[in-house]
């Protein structure tokens, strides 16, 4: 974070792709911004247009290659906490996280 912050690269780019305001905006970019729009609106099957990619090369990108549980998840964190979706996202990873170190932890204490 402390080189995107000194380097400032991060205010000139596209916020869907590792830019914004702040140097914590680059966490709900790329893929983060897709979930943040399934916890949001739901699946949609329309392609959705890159923004930058001119000439030859046209991207497209789809809701639907996104596995349903984190926006899920987002979702239901937002609505019972109030928190908006980078929030609840934010909330999400960090609690998958100490539950997936806990059963890391399990299984090396089993198998000794």
Request: hydrophobic share 45%; aromatic share 12%.
């Amino acid at each position: 974070m402390l080189l995107l912050d000194s380097a400032g690269d991060f205010r000139e780019k596209h916020p869907r792709f590792g830019g914004g305001a702040h140097p914590w905006d680059v966490l709900g970019s790329w893929d983060g911004w897709w979930y943040q729009q399934i916890a949001l609106h739901g699946y949609d099957p329309a392609l959705e247009p890159v923004p930058g990619a001119t000439g030859m090369i046209t991207l497209e990108g789809n809701s639907a290659a996104f596995f349903p549980l984190y926006p899920a998840l987002m979702r239901l964190v937002s609505e019972v906490t109030g928190l908006g979706p980078y929030g609840a996202g934010m909330t999400v990873s960090v609690v998958c996280s100490f539950v997936a170190a806990l059963g890391v932890h399990a299984v090396t204490a089993r198998l000794g």
